[in-house]
């Protein structure tokens, strides 16, 4: 059996790992909104205000730090006038991107608000530059954050909201090279200035402008962002125009015609989509690398605010609405993803899984004639990693033989390891990668004596398992036997295809 050492010096504190890379995505797109999160309020399916409590309930548990609505391509479609006062009166629209179907903004910025104090998640509400103007951008902040008496602030009330909201981030369109209005970075950068310098911040509301950046290793998007914030000047100045860039990257093991399915693949494919999942490390260091070149210290954040799985739709749903089944292969993508967050939490700020409910790689499925709600396998790496959130993080050192699995000429990592550390608590996530062999991981632990370690798995046999109703627990966590802590040195076996967290008590730091 293969055994790996992961050298991890408990009172060496890296930086902090902000819980918003465990951020959240809703877009207006298939299920998610509607059918999803909003049930409406003559629905039999329990609800405040038309907003689905079990999935409130299953999301509170995970503690997700922030939600971005309305999308997504969405997003440079929607005019959120649309969806405010009487639902009867609100005027409806054509949703062109997801499946050309009717939107009849019965959820919008008041639906919206209200799910994310049900959820006590920060709202993160991107803008629309694609079809919209400055001045609607404009006016929807001061509609959300403005307190006194203003226009804006009037109408509000007039729709029953009394006290203004807090909005702490706000997104400057999306996708701009595509979707959002096929521009080119040069002309999305001056935009992006324009906009955000109207996007104001109202009484205590102080926004965080989040420029829409680049696909993939669009390095040259980036650039163009970061000299447009003329970086270097404004280091002394707090009141740079945006202050945080995003890229969108998704693992998908095919191509973008073929995808690949969700459930039906074999190990060839398995080992595709790890190792495109790995890539988003080189992309996360690439965007990096570009911004210290302006900004070395540091101050502007990179976003990854929309990653995750997109593979073919589930066969015979609405090809638009992009439904697709989540399994043990999805859980590893995602803590793989996440130990490669926390390995830059000087620079990514926050990351945003697509999408929440019912769409791409999402936490939760549900079905709305029946009721049903099923947690899919990345639901529980949220859960049991949540521990990292707002954590210090501890490099990870993994040492031994074959602590690699070469696929078609690219080196994958055999087993993906974090760790983080809170007070007198670490938490260490351990993904073994191998689709067949079980892995030994030795963890000698420097630097503070351990008192105590517990361990949890989620191992199912099938890398494709997956949970539905009726057997909604197939991929669920189990406890993991670990040895003693012998001279700080304590092991675990992991087995194929499999994601644990390690949770250990320490004596007082
Ligand atoms: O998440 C689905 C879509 O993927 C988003 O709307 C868009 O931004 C991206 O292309």
């Known amino acids: ?130 079809s919209g103007t400055v001045k609607e951008m404009s006016d929807w902040v001061e509609y959300l954050t403005r307190d006194g008496d203003s226009p804006m602030a009037r109408l509000r009330r007039e729709n029953g909201r009394e006290e203004p909201w807090n909005v702490p981030f706000w997104g400057i369109g999306n996708e701009p090279w595509g979707c959002g209005g096929s521009m080119s970075a040069e002309h999305y950068a001056e935009e992006a200035r324009r906009y955000a310098t109207y996007c104001r911040n109202h009484g205590d509301n102080t926004l965080y402008r989040i420029a829409a950046g680049a696909s993939n290793d669009d390095y040259h998007w980036t650039e163009q962002l970061m000299k447009a914030l003329n970086c270097l000047g404004c280091q002394h100045d707090p009141k740079n125009i945006f202050q945080a860039i995003t890229f969108h990257y998704y693992t998908v093991p095919g191509e973008w015609k073929e995808k690949g399915s969700a459930t039906d693949f074999d190990a060839d494919e398995y080992y595709a989509t790890m190792v495109k999942a790995q890539r988003v490390d080189e992309l996360i260091a690439g965007h990096s690398a570009v911004m210290d070149c302006y900004d070395p210290r540091k101050k502007v954040g990179l976003i990854l605010d929309e990653w995750g799985t997109w593979f073919d739709v589930e066969p015979g749903t609405n090809p638009g609405f992009l439904y697709q089944q989540n399994t043990m292969r999805d859980a590893l993508v995602a803590s793989l993803h996440f130990d490669i967050f926390h390995g830059h939490a000087e620079r990514l700020v926050m990351a945003n899984i697509a999408q929440t409910v019912n769409v791409l790689q999402a936490m939760i499925l549900t079905d709305e004639s029946t009721g049903d709600l099923v947690l899919t396998p990345t639901y529980h790496v949220f859960e049991m990693n949540k521990g990292h959130q707002d954590a210090t993080s501890l490099a990870v050192h993994l040492l031994g033989e074959d602590g690699e699995i ?46 105590e370690a517990a361990a949890r798995v989620l191992a199912p046999s099938d890398p494709a398992a997956h949970n539905v109703p009726g057997q909604a627990s197939a991929v669920s966590p189990r406890e993991l036997e670990v040895g003693p802590v012998v001279d700080g040195h304590l092991t675990v076996t992991l087995p194929p295809h499999s994601f644990a967290t390690v949770s250990l008590e320490l004596s007082a730091g």
């Open 1 to 130: 059996m293969t055994t790996l050492r992961a050298v991890i010096d408990l009172d060496v504190e890296g930086p902090q790992i902000s819980k918003h890379l465990y951020g959240h995505f809703a877009e207006h797109l298939g299920r998610c909104i509607y059918g999803g999160f909003y049930v409406g309020e003559d629905s039999e399916i329990p609800n405040e205000g038309g907003i689905r409590l079990d999935v409130v309930e299953a999301l509170r548990a995970l503690n997700i730090p922030n939600l971005r609505w309305p999308g997504g391509c969405f997003a440079d479609e929607y005019h959120w006038m649309d969806g405010i006062g009487p639902k009867e009166d609100r005027p409806r629209m054509v949703n062109t991107h997801w499946g050309d179907v009717e939107e009849n903004n019965h959820f919008g910025t008041h639906e919206f608000m209200a799910l994310c104090e049900l959820l006590g998640a920060d709202p993160y509400v991107n803008g629309n530059v694609g």
């Open 406 to 451: 070469e696929v078609d000429g690219a080196r994958l990592r055999r087993v993906s390891s974090s760790a983080s550390v809170s007070g007198d608590t670490a938490l260490v996530s351990l993904s073994n990668l191998h689709l067949t062999e079980p892995t030994d991981v030795t963890l000698d632990l420097r630097g503070r004596a351990v008192t």
